[in-house]
Nanobody, 124 residues
Framework: QVHLEESGGGSVQTGGSLRLSCRAPVDTYRNNCMGWFRQAPGKGREGVASIYTPINSTYYNPDVKGRFTISADNAKNTVYLQMNSLKPEDSAMYYC?????????????????WGQGTLVTVSS
């Protein structure tokens, strides 16, 4: 059973913006580092960003730093990914995930759980 619920994907043109949301069960949210990874067709997982919610420490893939912002609302157990200045190479399925140690941007395979994904398509 999937417990992480993503929303907010869609189709935009180059330069556009999207905001992804992920609601997690309270225990998952409080006991893990939360983040996002993406996977394009025929490619492996790529860590995008993660956040340690108790102190709002954030970590980014260099390819998205300065364009994407990860944030959290502790009252709602929800993590957000604001994506600006989108490029066609950002097109992928985006997954919300919980991990033990905020290393998702360098190793997106040590995950405790993840959602079903939300599709982001950026056209040129």
């Amino acid at each position: 059973q999937v417990h992480l619920e993503e929303s907010g994907g869609g189709s935009v043109q180059t330069g556009g913006s999207l905001r992804l949301s992920c609601r997690a069960p309270v225990d998952t949210y409080r006991n893990n580092c939360m983040g996002w990874f993406r996977q394009a067709p025929g490619k492996g997982r790529e860590g995008v960003a993660s956040i340690y919610t108790p102190i709002n420490s954030t970590y980014y893939n260099p390819d998205v730093k300065g364009r994407f912002t990860i944030s959290a609302d502790n009252a709602k157990n929800t993590v957000y990914l604001q994506m600006n200045s989108l490029k066609p190479e950002d097109s992928a399925m985006y997954y919300c995930a919980a991990e033990p140690d905020c290393l998702m941007v360098v190793n997106p395979d040590r995950l405790r759980e993840w959602g079903q994904g939300t599709l982001v398509t950026v056209s040129s």
